[in-house]
């Protein structure tokens, strides 16, 4: 990766995940813009993200036109619409790093862990996509909340990063080193059905232990 930070684009960015993702990394100096499915809801979230970063620049579109723009697309939207969302960025995406956070959660019974047919949403991205997008999955065990507070507290939840492209997966590990997270390299894009299934733990967790926004945190000290 050069010095210059790459544009990231988060599709979903309106929401909960995608917000305070969009938060973070605009506080970290990137260029940010916000997806969604329609264009007016996208320039609404930026400016008030703008506002809330002290007028720095955001932009807002609908996602084909965020996915166009960025260098890197980040999609942040429920299971259900994850196949939807893919379909209307497919071309815009070709070439290019995309990052899914989608965590298959099947409503009501989301402390249950349900893996879909295509192994996880990582792996059904990579397929639909195509092999001339490189797929990467992470974020999925980083509650919200603690992206979209004024300082992210991300003491307690590392990042595993998979991916079948190691330098797609190093450059979000270094976005999300960028914001204050530790972020893992964790392997393939198959390996993204732990973090997915991981999530309904971590919501089984928080409602037994009343715990905010339960995480992981990755032991041992890296010699590399
Ligand atoms: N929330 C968390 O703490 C968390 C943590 C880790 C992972 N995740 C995963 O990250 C993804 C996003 O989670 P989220 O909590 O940020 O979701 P969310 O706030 O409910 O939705 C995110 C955005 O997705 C778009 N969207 C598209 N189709 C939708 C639909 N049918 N219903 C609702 N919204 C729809 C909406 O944007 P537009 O209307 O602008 O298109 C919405 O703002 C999910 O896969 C979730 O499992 C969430």
Redesign the pocket.
């Known amino acids: 990766m050069t010095d210059s930070k790459p544009t990231i684009a988060v599709l979903?960015g309106?929401?909960?995940?995608?917000?305070g993702l969009a938060w973070q990394l605009v506080k970290a100096g990137y260029s940010v813009i916000i997806g969604?499915?329609?264009n007016e809801?996208?320039e609404a979230?930026a400016r008030a993200l703008s506002e809330r970063a002290g007028g720095k620049t955001v932009q807002g579109m609908d996602?084909p036109g965020a996915a166009t723009a960025a260098e890197i697309v980040v999609m942040?939207?429920?299971?259900?619409?994850?196949m939807?969302?893919l379909e209307t960025v497919r071309d815009a995406v070709q070439g290019k790093i995309f990052v899914d956070?989608?965590?298959p959660?099947v409503p009501p019974k989301v402390m249950r862990v349900q893996l879909p047919e295509g192994g996880s949403?990582g792996m059904i991205a990579q397929a639909y996509l195509g092999e001339n997008v490189r797929v990467v999955s992470a974020?999925?065990?980083?509650?919200?909340?603690h992206l979209q507070a004024d300082e992210g507290h991300f003491d307690d939840c590392d990042v595993l990063v998979t991916g079948n492209d190691a330098d797609a997966r190093e450059q979000v590990v270094q976005f999300a080193q960028a914001i204050g997270m530790k972020a893992w390299h964790a392997g393939s894009i198959n390996n993204s059905v732990v973090a997915e299934a991981l999530?309904s733990v971590l919501i089984f967790m928080n409602k037994k232990y009343k715990i905010a926004?339960a995480g992981i945190k990755i032991t041992g000290e890296p010699q590399v």
Request: aromatic fraction near 6%; charge should be positive.
């Open positions: 979903g309106t929401g909960d995940l995608g917000g969604s499915r329609t809801k996208g979230a996602n942040t939207v429920p299971f259900s619409n994850q939807p969302t956070a989608t965590v959660l949403a974020f999925q065990n980083v509650a919200a909340a999530t926004g």
